[in-house]
């Protein structure tokens, strides 16, 4: 179950932003940062994944004002991210360009913890990226974030779009999945939800479990191929996927139907205690995420979908929805399904899957364990024993009427 928290934040604006920023951008497509950090007993203590861009408005000497749009690539450093070990602080940063800095600090209050404030600084003496700039030197904005109150071991979600606008430089933030503080690996499986995806989300659930015909584009003909997924804690393997993909997407009335290649598919995750996650992007794909849990102390299930992707005229889809009961098997086991099988994410998003077999806890030697298999394959394998049987049936029904008319032809030649 979701539980809301109300993103507060100083000079915030939320929609046509994110619009803005992909005119910006044009078809240009960007990674999620990722970045996991390990405690001094080298088991995880901190995990976050999202994606930023940065406008900034500088002066020249010649043409007056300027605006540069600053895209973060992915091959950032984090040196100096650590997990708080000292006065309760916990913070990531990032170094990227010849010039860019950036820093977002967590802060923890015995069982909660806060976002507490982000900086970034840039240095417009860099003249690749600021020409003819007015004043050279390093300048910096900071703004604090330290109205959400996240229980420790709780995660906090937002894919939606968030823009703060702190003197001449406009943050522009989402596809956020935050966890600071981690104990022990452990986790209850609640998320704080921002604002919009709360929204979406519960649009997602409502929604009729109906997904119009794909007309746009037709689907394709090949089967996709099915890739192998894992995720590790440190050096052992806790989470396997194997499954063919194909996306069935609709927004204003423009449908996409495609397989996801697994050669060119990266994939990451993260395991706990009672929940597991596992997040696949490629050039098409921000990022698909796949969320696990375990309910009743022995049983898992697949629990949410949420998936980002550029789409037509440089928007943004964006689908959520954590209310999923897919997958279920009892823990210590896998779940395999060889047909076709539908997940109905919301609808305007479905996933059809193929020879799908998952095991998100207690892998042993990186090896699936035995399978429950799904309905499908159950009567997979129930419609030929029972043509089987009828084909045997009527066999003995054949042989009994010939039989029975071969007596009463020898009968028949006695009596003459």
């Known amino acids: 179950m979701s539980r809301n928290c109300r993103l507060t934040l100083p000079l915030l604006t939320r929609g046509s932003a994110f619009a803005l920023l992909c005119l910006l951008l044009g078809t240009l497509e960007l990674d999620a940062l990722d970045v996991t950090l390990n405690n001094s007993q080298d088991t995880v203590c901190l995990h976050a994944e999202w994606q930023m861009n940065f406008t900034i408005k500088y002066e020249t000497v010649n043409f007056g004002p300027k605006t540069v749009s600053v895209q973060v690539p992915t091959n950032v450093s984090y040196s100096g991210s650590d997990c708080g070990t000292v006065n309760n602080i916990s913070q990531i940063q990032v170094r990227f360009g ?48 330290n109205t959400v109150e996240i229980p420790l071991g709780d995660i906090f979600r937002c894919h939606s779009e968030i823009t703060v606008k702190q003197e001449n430089v ?117 990022s698909l995420e796949f969320l696990f849990a375990i309910r009743d102390e022995n049983r898992f299930y697949l629990k949410g979908v949420n998936i980002s992707l550029p789409f037509v005229k440089g928007s943004v ?36 899957t193929f020879d799908l077999r998952v095991q998100p806890f207690n892998v042993e030697e990186g090896k699936y364990a ?27 029904l054949v042989i009994l009427a010939y039989s029975m008319g071969q007596k009463r032809q020898g009968t028949g030649y006695e009596r003459f």
């Open 98 to 145: 010849a010039s860019f800095f950036w820093n977002v600090n967590f802060t923890r209050e015995k069982s909660t913890y806060f976002i507490d404030s982000i900086s970034f600084s840039y240095n417009t003496s860099d003249n690749d990226t600021f020409p003819d700039a007015k004043e050279k030197g390093v300048f910096s904005t900071l703004f604090e974030i």
């Open 170 to 286: 406009t943050h522009t933030y989402w596809g956020i999945f935050v966890r600071a503080f981690i104990q022990n690996n452990t986790s209850d499986s609640q998320e704080y939800v921002c604002d919009d995806d709360e929204f979406l989300t519960t649009v997602s659930t409502i929604a009729p479990a109906t997904v119009p015909v794909p007309t746009t584009k037709p689907v394709p003909e090949e089967k996709p191929f099915p890739g192998t997924y894992s995720v590790k804690n440190g050096s052992t393997v806790c989470l396997l996927a194997t499954m063919g993909l194909r996306l069935n997407i609709t927004k204003d009335k423009v449908t996409s139907v495609f397989n996801i290649n697994p050669n060119t598919t990266d994939y990451n995750g993260l395991c706990l205690k009672e929940s597991a996650m596992l997040w696949l992007n490629n050039s098409d794909i921000n």
């Open 317 to 352: 889809f964006a689908v959520g929805n954590n209310n999923l009961t897919c997958w279920d098997a009892p823990l210590g086991s896998s779940y395999m399904c060889k047909k076709e099988d539908v997940i109905v994410v919301s609808d305007s998003f479905q996933i059809n």
């Open 370 to 396: 035995t399978a429950e298999e799904c309905r499908a394959d159950d009567d997979y394998f129930v419609v030929p024993i029972a043509v089987g049987a009828s084909l045997g049936i009527l066999v003995i």
